[in-house]
């Protein structure tokens, strides 16, 4: 419960300000009871006005790191929406950073073989044009095939890796994900 008379957070629960003394949501008797905030006596053992403590606006620490963990969120989101290049380069740097430590070489190594798959793809994917028959087609479907299916692909692989550098298996991971 967080105090918006002296902005102190006391524990989840508590009736009475742990700094202030003043009553969560409404005047508290020296019995322990509830009332309304402009209550002139407790309204179960009829105390008077006296007896009761002052009340409080709160709100409870829940809501509070709810309200900030969904600013958080929006923040993070925002900055996607506005700077998309910026973060598509962290994820690669984050994915050749673990590709590398998982496989024991350097970025530059995996960078580098990536560009001579590519270039040996795009080679392949040209002589398709010029090939006799129909066997330059059969090459470019199955190049489009296989594309379509990339993204899948390069989910399990980076998956497999996280596996492998966090020192889990594939049952520990869906053994959690039943949980």
Known sequence: MYCLTCFYASPLGSVFCARCGRGFGGRVCTSGHKNPSAAKFCATCRKPEAEMSEATAYVSVATLSRLIAWALMLTC?????????????????????????????????????????AAWLAVIYAASFVMPGGAGQFVRRGMASALSRLPRALWAASHALWLLVSGQSSKDSKDKQKD
Do not use: D, K, M
């Open 77 to 117: 989101l925002g900055y996607i929406v506005h700077h998309p290049g910026a973060v598509a380069c962290e994820l690669v740097a984050w994915a050749l950073w673990l590709a590398a430590h998982a496989l024991g070489t350097t970025q530059c190594s995996i960078v580098t073989g990536v560009y001579r798959i």
